[in-house]
């Protein structure tokens, strides 16, 4: 089954560039609701795999790529077509709302 790949400040700049759509999850180790919807995330990449990227960011790791798009509060869950963010969801939600803003994408 396909895993969300770890999004670095080292490689972002490289998986934003996918033509597919892209789900990105900004994430924390100490976060809660972060550990409700990892597991979610994780179930969307191997639904959408050849479909959409998913990825997840740990922001105390990459400080960097969370920094530059603002991410105040986590989870925040941010969605790119063509580079640009399209959608974004902050908190946790059921797997139903994520897979919709994808879909959307699609």
Do not use: H
């Amino acid at each position: 089954m396909a895993k969300a790949i770890e999004i670095t400040d080292a490689n972002f700049e490289d998986i934003i560039k996918s033509e597919q759509p892209i789900l990105v999850d900004f994430w924390a180790e100490w976060c809660g609701p972060c550990k409700m919807i990892g597991p979610v995330v994780e179930e969307l990449a191997g639904d959408y795999a050849g479909k959409a990227v998913i990825g997840k960011v740990d922001v105390d790791s990459n400080p960097g790529v969370a920094q530059a798009f603002g991410i105040r509060s986590i989870p925040t869950l941010l969605f790119f077509k063509g580079g640009q963010i399209v959608d974004k969801q902050v908190g946790a939600v059921p797997k139903s709302v994520l897979s919709q803003k994808l879909d959307a994408q699609l």
